[in-house]
């Protein structure tokens, strides 16, 4: 059994009320962690959804920190490592016309995209009409906090 800290939690999901509520509370294993992960994940409000967002960089933005979710971060945008100018500066624009259009950060589970598939979804997406965007971006935070749920479990051995 381990119990995983809300700090800990935080790097996973920066939403406070998910952190407290998967704080807490012993896991037998890493499923189990997941499990209830996703669960308080999809009852989160679209305002807990937003902090999450918030403490998300821009893609192809690196995040400078020293700690866990920063290193997360810059290791799960690898794909924008070795973009040309070109791609950077079309993800730039992208970024701003996306938070033009639905007043967040542009989400996206980087890890094992290029910099152009990233580039790709953006555009695409950018043809969402919000609702549906909503929907896509709470898929998206799912994602990537079960990465991160998995590499802290295995961090905390």
């Known amino acids: 059994m381990r119990e995983l800290s809300r700090d800990d939690l935080l790097a996973c999901c920066a939403s406070a009320r998910w952190a407290d509520g998967v704080a807490g509370r012993p896991y037998s294993d890493l499923p189990a ?16 959804v937003e902090e999450a967002l918030a403490a998300h960089p821009r893609i192809g933005d690196r995040s400078p920190g020293a700690d866990r979710e920063s290193a997360w971060s810059r290791d799960e945008q690898s794909g ?3 973009a040309g100018q070109d791609v950077l500066r079309r993800l730039r624009e992208g ?20 910099a152009g598939e990233m580039l790709a979804i ?17 898929d ?5 906090v079960r990465l991160r749920l998995a590499k802290l479990w295995e961090e905390t051995a």
């Open 140 to 144: 998206e935070l799912g994602k990537i």
């Open 33 to 48: 962690l997941l499990d209830r992960g996703d669960s308080v994940l999809a009852m989160l409000n679209w305002a807990d």
């Open 95 to 114: 970024n701003r016309a996306y938070e033009d259009r639905f007043g967040h950060v542009y989400l996206v589970c980087a890890t094992g995209k290029s």
């Open 80 to 82: 924008t490592a070795a």
């Open 122 to 138: 953006l555009e695409d997406r950018l043809g969402n009409v919000p609702e549906k965007e909503r929907m896509v971006v709470r």
